[in-house]
């Protein structure tokens, strides 16, 4: 059982663990559990190597000359809510990305709205442009 084991290890470039093993066992006509198979891989000293998720860059047009630059670098607000500023960002948790979109306000610099799906901030663009005394105190 064990030079099975080693040998359809080996024959996979040493990724495959116990699930993969198991399965190549039945093709086999061997009926064994997975937790016979890691014993035995334990005892030979066979560790599956895992590949870890990769960051993979995408090639992005960025729309600099789309849009105009309507503040002029006057960061300056003398009415709450006359300026917002969003920021969307792209953040890896748990190995995992995920994407926040934060909405502050020039006057105090706080946030006044933040979402964390596409769909939520489209949301809160429109609930925003609606309602112009939506804020946090």
Request: contains cysteine; hydrophobic residues 30%.
């Amino acid at each position: 059982m064990g030079t099975n084991n080693k040998k359809i290890f080996k024959d996979n470039r040493n990724n495959y663990g116990t699930r993969k093993i198991k399965i190549e066992l039945s093709k086999l006509k061997y009926i064994v559990s997975r937790r016979k198979i890691s014993i035995i891989m334990e005892n030979i000293g066979l560790v599956s190597s895992y590949t870890k998720a990769s960051y993979k860059p995408v090639n992005m047009k960025i729309p600099e000359n789309e849009t105009d630059n309507l503040l002029n670098r006057k960061f300056k607000s003398k009415n709450p809510l006359e300026i917002l500023v969003s920021d969307f960002t792209y953040i890896r948790v748990n190995s995992k990305w995920s994407c926040i979109c934060l909405f502050v306000d020039i006057f105090n610099r706080q946030i006044v709205e933040q979402c964390r799906k596409k769909k939520e901030c489209k949301i809160s663009i429109q609930s925003l442009s609606r309602n112009k005394r939506k804020c946090r105190q």
